[in-house]
């Protein structure tokens, strides 16, 4: 890659951007019961106190999903599909926190599931040692255990880390078995964090950009 000219990179960034934010303003919202319910599951990544209310990685508006992800639980629950919940969680070795500060120490209060979430209940809980669930143990077994399930409702938290890396890699998953899928990502369920150079309203569009350029169908809510 040769870096461009920084004043034409900022100009041409300013008109893509601006049309990836035209597209994003007009996503359509996809009703619940129109899913088939026996063949669709509601993952939710990392609503944990880690990354909501302490911690080094805690976010307001990480905090600001769990009404969303709440009502999206009941629903689910009234129609009877599945849930999964992952929850980060690290021992003191961890590689991740070459990248990131520790956080989400396995055992600790910051690897548990905000209570709200955790009094809706009814999900299988999967602690995760990376920022892509879909590799973990856990989820593994889960998927060989339900292939039923071809239509997954993502939310929770990052946007473009551990969000995007599930939903890529799990609608790829399907895409190598040659089988249908819908990997739907609603975006009033989705956020990440603002920290210097990650400014949070430019990573979330681009994050959720290319998670549309590889097949996941990013959704304005599930209604």
Sequence with gaps: MKLTNKNDFLNRSVKTLGEIHDMLAKLPTVELRDLQANQAALVIVDMINGFVREGALKSPRIEELIPEIVELSKMCDK???AKIAFADCHTEI???FDSYPPH???GTHESEIVDEIKEVGGYTLIPKNSTNG????GF???LSENRHINTFIITG???DICVQQFSITLKTW???QNMKSRIIVPVNAVETYDLGV???DLVNVMALYNMMINGVEVVKSIV
Excluded: R, V
């Design 79 to 81: 129609l009877g599909i």
């Design 94 to 96: 961890s590689p991740e």
């Design 104 to 106: 989400c120490m396995t």
């Design 134 to 137: 879909f590799l973990e143990e």
């Design 140 to 142: 593994q077994k889960w």
């Design 157 to 159: 938290d990052c946007t």
């Design 174 to 176: 399907f895409n190598k």
């Design 198 to 200: 990650h400014d949070a």
